[in-house]
């Protein structure tokens, strides 16, 4: 008689964890629907598909003339990562393009330090990005100005 009431304590357990799987993938599917609808409008599957531009930038002067709204991102060919800043009044996000400027990448702990490549003087010298695990060519940076948005929708 234990015996019979350790495996059917056992098959409820069982039940039990497989019933609160399914409940929790349901509810994961659901508000992963309820999300894509709330920004289905930066994005169409139609003809009419909203597209955004980036465009490479390659000084200190190009980022300086970014304005609040647009958006600056740093790719990584070979972490396979793009990390994007939001341009803001502050203008933190020159520090990505100023020579000098150190930060580690997230995702391979390299550390990176911008350098001028000789090509341009003071704010209009070219840079690059040097990742110590990733190498000289890995990395670049491109930029969306806010009004390249409205002409793509």
């Known amino acids: 008689m234990q015996t019979k009431t350790k495996c059917i304590g056992g098959v409820s357990v069982v039940a039990a964890i497989a019933l609160c799987i399914a409940i929790a993938f349901t509810g994961l599917a659901h508000a992963q629907d309820k999300s894509h609808d709330s920004h289905s409008g930066t994005h169409d599957h139609g003809p009419e598909m909203k597209m955004m531009r980036m465009t490479q ?19 990584c060919s070979m972490c396979k990562i793009v990390t994007v800043h939001a341009v803001g009044k502050d203008k933190s996000h020159v520090k990505m393009m100023t020579v000098g ?28 990005h040097v990742c ?19 002409k793509h929708s």
Do not use: R, W, Y
């Open 101 to 128: 400027n150190k930060h580690t990448c997230s995702s391979c702990d390299g550390k990176v330090t911008v350098e001028g490549t000789g090509k341009g003087k003071g704010k209009h010298q070219e840079v690059k």
């Open 132 to 150: 110590g695990k990733c190498g000289d060519d890995a990395m670049f940076v491109v930029a969306t100005k806010a009004e390249d948005h409205d």
């Open 57 to 75: 930038i390659k000084t200190q002067a190009e980022a300086e003339a970014l304005k609040p709204g647009d958006s600056i991102a740093m790719v």
